[in-house]
């Protein structure tokens, strides 16, 4: 694969992103990622650990928003990231993202899509994509407000604003923060594959309950946003490093 690695230590598997300069999840990296997380569900493998360098995910690839303006083409832009989210999510076994540098919109919902959150001191996180006119499209909505409570998911979704290691932790996005991130998770991962493997799949899935319906209605929402002329703007306006002027239409 081009811009994902994946590689197996014992019955912990590896994936990283490799997409230079930031991991801007274009649709091949996505694809990537789908096919990634079908291997990493064989039963050898019994824990998971996600990460990217220097930075976890920046986002998603903003110009290919600017093709899908141009060409007219709207519909499904984010159901492939959506999917892979829950491809990882729905894994039997547990998983860890270890996060270095920015893990912003899609990249952030990438990591909630994992049990686990560790993060780097030089992390910053958050789902910047009402700057562009947008809303989060592959669960943001969903996992930020289950995993942080409403209110403060609230702040972060309508201020679009960064929040680094230590107020991740504060707010509940991180579970650890550490210097060498990859190196605790992967030996937390390892002490999670030696444990009872079918009854974590069993608790995540009950877990998960409920979050199907949500899902739902963020896709129909992010269709809605991303047909706007708003919408158009913040992207555009973005790639031309410069202040939008959204008009609310």
């Avoid at 910053?124 to 930020?144: D, F």
């Amino acid at each position: 694969m081009q811009f994902v690695e994946y590689t197996v230590d014992g019955s912990v598997a590896i994936v990283r992103l490799d997409r230079p300069p930031v991991n801007a999840l274009s649709a091949a990296l996505v694809d990537e990622l789908g096919e990634t997380f079908e291997k990493a569900a064989d039963p050898s493998i019994r824990a998971v650990v996600i990460t990217g360098t220097p930075h976890f995910a920046a986002g998603a690839d903003i110009r290919e928003f600017q093709v899908a303006f141009d060409e007219d083409r709207r519909e499904g832009i984010a159901s492939g990231l959506s999917d892979a989210i829950l491809a990882l999510e729905r894994l039997p076994k547990p998983t860890i993202a270890a996060i270095r540098g920015f893990a912003l919109g899609g990249g952030l919902e990438l990591a909630m899509g994992a049990d686990y959150r560790y993060l780097a001191g030089d992390a910053k996180v958050g789902q910047p994509e009402i700057q562009l006119g947008i809303i989060p499209g592959a669960g943001g909505t969903q996992r930020l407000a289950r995993l942080i409570g409403y209110r403060a998911a609230r702040d972060l979704i309508l201020t679009g604003r960064h929040v680094d290691a230590t107020e991740a932790l504060e707010l509940g996005i991180a579970d650890k923060v550490a210097d060498d991130v990859l190196e605790v998770a992967m030996g937390d991962a390892r002490r999670w594959a030696e444990g009872p493997t079918v009854a974590y799949g069993a608790a995540k899935a009950a877990l998960r309950t409920g979050l199907a319906e949500g899902l739902e209605v963020e896709r129909e929402g992010f269709s809605l946003v991303f047909r706007t002329k708003d919408a158009e703007e913040g992207v555009r306006s973005f790639l031309g490093k410069r202040t939008p002027s959204f008009q609310g239409r």
